[in-house]
């Protein structure tokens, strides 16, 4: 589909007066078109989202720019054009401006500006550029492009559309994304070929367009598409839903992420934050450490997307499994017994000091925490609390901006930290966790260890009495507690763990949608009695029987 | 004149929808509100000039206000990017 462009008449204006009226008549057909897209809003408020409105909004504050209306009159006045042909010309010239952005957001932005411009122009004439047409029931729209006010009021029979021009960041695109109509942007003139009446499949998740597909390929896709609708319908109505017991305790549902990519997950899956940043990925694939510069900028990316939500950063957790080729650790006979984690902060200061202020900067833009892993006394706490001190002082005389009040919490992932927990959590804001270490080290069982798999369980009443007792040390000394290990995402283990005081779950975003779900199912009176009943139990296989009885 | 400098702090920096709160935000004042970014000085009244800056995230740009009413306009844009930015 082909819209008529606005064409240029070359007419010039005669006198003072016919000026004057031309003014007149280009302010004129602005005040129309900010009443047409007033309207447009009015009706279609009910079935338009958020976002939909937010674009009308910033359509009129872009038809009452200023700017374009000072540069129209100038070419009106000085060059006697009429206000179709200025509006044309400054249009143009911005339009060219956005698209050689650098930013590919801003060149997107280009669409916006050609979109007011047609808007001002069919005002300014008789022409009609907008189509209004109705459609046949599950029509695909294959058109050069879509302008946002098109999308906006596009004909409910329209299921889809794919266009040669346009990105994904175009404001017609992020109406079909909350729309939830799948569109193809981009696609360039491979569109030519397809006719009225082709059945065409779009895949708006990989960005495909198939014409006339065979039989095959039609079922394959039926499939998907109810299998997308199905499992997003089932997420949506999850993410807005509060993760709130029946007898209303709050828990908060956290992710694990290691990216500021990973940030997207956490939200679409209904994360309130992230339980567990982990730093490694900041320090592979590299030949040298990154400087505090390039560290800093990791945490700001993140701490940008985080919507102001709580973002635990562990610190440096290297050795053990996790090597590094330009950091020579000596091979040990028990890497996990070894020089890893916070050992090897306390002992390279140096080190551990570029992290800290490389977290402490960041933290001005986003609500960011230090988690220090692999804790066994309270004094290596007191250490790392004086590096920290020092970190401070170092911004402070560089006058750089930071979080002076930043939290610090650690990790319980080692049974002495565990067992002494009561002393612990007198010199941190909050404990989180992590169930992976804690039980390999309490069950001194090697996970990698094939032969020893079985003995691996964290439903061990040994393991389950150390988490007992952490969360009820936390409660008396009144800090948060979390779990950030994978025992936090697995469904056998939530209404035990809620039935022991956990508030705070953190776990790879995807599952959260499953513990959200046993959450709101359920009261934590329910439970309490759960938690007491398997204290009392003596092994872990009629643990796991009596918890299955609660899932299923 | 008042004049104050702003880290950005929303991801995608200052795109269409913050634009569009923050020159409704200065239309309630009386004095001129200006943005500056490396030297380049724009009015907030117009969405395409703010545009053109291409403020990003973690960038850091001056406000500049002039008028009778300049003390509320100050605490007021400050709110906006101290706290409103963050959550648009």
């Not at chain 1, 005669?14 to 005040?31: L, T, Y």
């Not at chain 1, 021009?165 to 404001?171: I, L, N, Q």
């Not at chain 1, 066994?376 to 001190?389: G, P, T, Y």
């Amino acid at each position: 589909m082909k819209k008529a462009q606005p064409a240029l008449t070359g007419i010039l204006l005669e006198d003072e007066v016919s000026i004057a009226a031309e003014i007149e008549r280009f302010d004129d057909a602005i005040s129309k078109a900010i009443n047409e897209i007033e309207f447009i809003k009015q009706n279609t408020r009910l079935n338009l989202h958020k976002q939909g409105l937010e674009i009308l909004e910033t359509q009129i504050e872009f038809l009452s720019d200023p700017q374009i209306r000072e540069d129209v009159v100038e070419k009106i006045s000085s060059d006697k054009k009429n206000s179709n042909d200025a509006l044309i010309e400054i249009i143009t010239d911005m339009v060219t401006i956005f698209e050689n952005m650098d930013d590919g957001y801003m060149r997107a932005r280009s669409a916006d500006i050609q979109d007011i411009g047609n808007r001002i122009l069919k005002h300014l004439s008789i022409a009609d550029h907008t189509f209004t047409q109705q459609f046949d029931p599950d029509t695909i729209i294959i058109a050069e492009d879509i302008s946002p006010s098109d999308a906006i009021t596009m004909d409910k029979h329209v299921t889809g559309f794919a266009t040669q021009a346009g990105s994904k960041t175009s404001h017609a695109a992020i109406i079909a994304r909350a729309k939830g109509i799948p569109a193809v942007a981009g696609c360039g003139n491979g569109l030519d070929a397809i006719n009225n009446n082709d059945i065409v499949i779009l895949d708006g998740i990989n960005g495909l367009v198939f014409v006339n597909p065979d039989q095959q390929l039609i079922a394959d896709y039926m499939q998907k598409r109810e299998a997308y609708i199905e499992n997003g319908n089932r997420l949506k109505q999850l993410k807005e839903v509060e993760p709130i017991t029946i007898d209303g305790t709050k828990i908060t549902l956290l992710a694990n992420i290691s990216t500021a990519d990973d940030m997207e997950g956490v939200f679409d899956n209904g994360g309130e934050g992230v339980g567990l940043l982990r730093t490694e990925l900041l320090f592979m694939n590299r030949d040298s450490f990154p400087t505090e510069d390039e560290q800093f900028e990791f945490y700001k990316n993140i701490a940008l997307l985080s919507k102001n939500k709580p973002v635990i950063v562990r610190t440096i957790d290297i050795g053990g499994d996790k090597q590094l080729p330009y950091f020579n650790l000596p091979e040990e006979q028990n890497p996990f017994l070894g020089y890893r984690a916070i050992r090897i902060c306390l002992d390279r200061t140096d080190l551990f000091i570029t992290q800290l202020k490389a977290i402490l900067r960041a933290a001005v833009l986003g609500d960011l925490k230090i988690m220090l892993p692999m804790i066994s006394n309270v004094q290596e706490v007191r250490d790392a609390k004086n590096i920290l001190a020092l970190a401070k002082d170092e911004l402070l005389k560089e006058n750089a901006s930071f979080k002076p009040d930043i939290e610090l919490g650690i990790m319980i992932e080692i049974p002495s930290a565990a067992i002494t927990a009561d002393i612990l959590a007198k010199e941190v804001d909050f404990f989180s966790i992590g169930t992976n270490d804690l039980c390999q080290y309490t069950l001194a069982v090697d996970r990698m260890n094939e032969k020893i798999t079985h003995l691996y369980d964290p439903f061990n009443p040994g393991v389950l009495r150390l988490i007992n007792y952490v969360i009820e040390q936390a409660h008396k000394q009144k800090i948060p507690v979390g779990m950030c290990g994978e025992m936090a995402a697995d469904p056998l283990a939530t209404l035990l763990l809620l039935g022991m005081g956990l508030t705070d779950f953190s776990m790879g975003a995807v599952a959260i949608p499953v513990i959200k779900n046993i959450i709101i199912n359920n009261d934590l009176s329910t439970a309490r009695h759960i938690c007491k009943e398997v204290m009392t139990m003596d092994n872990s296989h009629s643990i796991i029987k009596y918890l299955q009885e609660f899932i299923s | 004149m008042i004049s104050k400098d702003y880290m950005i702090t929303s991801p995608q920096g200052i795109h269409a929808r913050p634009a569009t709160t923050l020159i409704r935000l200065t239309k309630n004042f009386n004095s001129t509100i200006s943005l500056k970014k490396n030297d380049k000085l724009v009015r907030l009244n117009s969405m395409l000039n703010i545009l053109s800056l291409v403020i990003k995230g973690g960038e850091t740009i001056s406000i500049i206000i002039e008028g009778d009413d300049e003390i509320i306009a100050a605490e007021a844009i400050d709110l906006f990017f101290t706290q409103q930015l963050k959550e648009i």
